[in-house]
T-cell receptor, first 110, second 115 residues
Framework: RKEVEQDPGPFNVPEGATVAFNCTYS??????FFWYRQDCRKEPKLLMS???SGNEDGRFTAQLNRASQYISLLIRDSKLSDSATYLC???????????FGSGTRLLVRP | EPEVTQTPSHQVTQMGQEVILRCVPI?????FYWYRQILGQKVEFLVS????????KSEIFDDQFSVERPDGSNFTLKIRSTKLEDSAMYFC?????????????FGPGTRLTVL
């Protein structure tokens, strides 16, 4: 079983649409959770951390379900500039490393 | 805004040659990392470095790899004898503290091509 699993997509949506990505992780000892964004041939950049209570940052909402080991990202009112690959990332307790999913590709069309 | 920098942006080398990839982490950060991403695949952790020693490494980080902080600003990854399968994008990252509570900032990467 993969450590962090994501639907690869691509999700092809019109501008203004709402789109949701899901992610599951295998290690119940995972402690910290993140969504990163990666543009083509660029470095990953932190989009937002994911907290147990859920959190929102403008058009982006992240949710965590520890019981189901499931993380989600909701993007409202999609913009063309949201087109990118969204990486689900997990950190395990007492570990230095980030564990990346393979990413979900989003294409926002005019 | 402070950023992680990496040089070179692209390195082409012959199989069996040694390469050194260079990184300048953000100046007040204490934790340093190398990750790699083979084309079309996920980002994979290689090694973390803290207080002048390796704090954690993955199975990928075998005896062919080494890291060093030769001075107060640079952080390097050396691959002693490159293989074709070492071709990848190598990202350096740094953070103020441990991964859980502190964002890891990534550099723009070095694309390594082994011929």
């Amino acid at each position: 079983r993969k450590e962090v699993e994501q639907d690869p997509g691509p999700f092809n949506v019109p501008e203004g649409a709402t789109v949701a990505f899901n992610c599951t992780y295998s290690n119940s000892a995972s402690q910290s959770f993140f969504w990163y964004r990666q543009d083509c041939r660029k470095e990953p950049k932190l989009l937002m951390s994911v907290y147990s209570s859920g959190n929102e940052d403008g058009r982006f909402t992240a949710q965590l379900n520890r019981a189901s080991q499931y993380i989600s990202l909701l993007i409202r009112d999609s913009k063309l500039s949201d087109s990118a690959t969204y990486l689900c990332v997990v950190n395990e307790e007492s570990s230095y490393k980030l564990i990346f999913g393979s990413g979900t590709r989003l294409l926002v069309r005019p | 805004e402070p950023e992680v920098t990496q040089t070179p942006s692209h390195q082409v080398t012959q199989m069996g040659q040694e390469v050194i990839l260079r990184c300048v982490p953000i100046s007040n950060h204490l934790y340093f990392y190398w990750y790699r991403q083979i084309l079309g695949q996920k980002v994979e952790f290689l090694v973390s470095f803290y207080n002048n020693e390796i704090s954690e490494k993955s199975e990928i980080f075998d005896d062919q790899f080494s890291v060093e902080r030769p001075d107060g600003s640079n952080f390097t990854l050396k691959i002693r004898s490159t293989k074709l399968e070492d071709s990848a994008m190598y990202f350096c990252a740094s953070s103020e503290g441990l991964a859980g509570g502190h964002e890891q900032f990534f550099g723009p990467g070095t694309r390594l091509t082994v011929l």
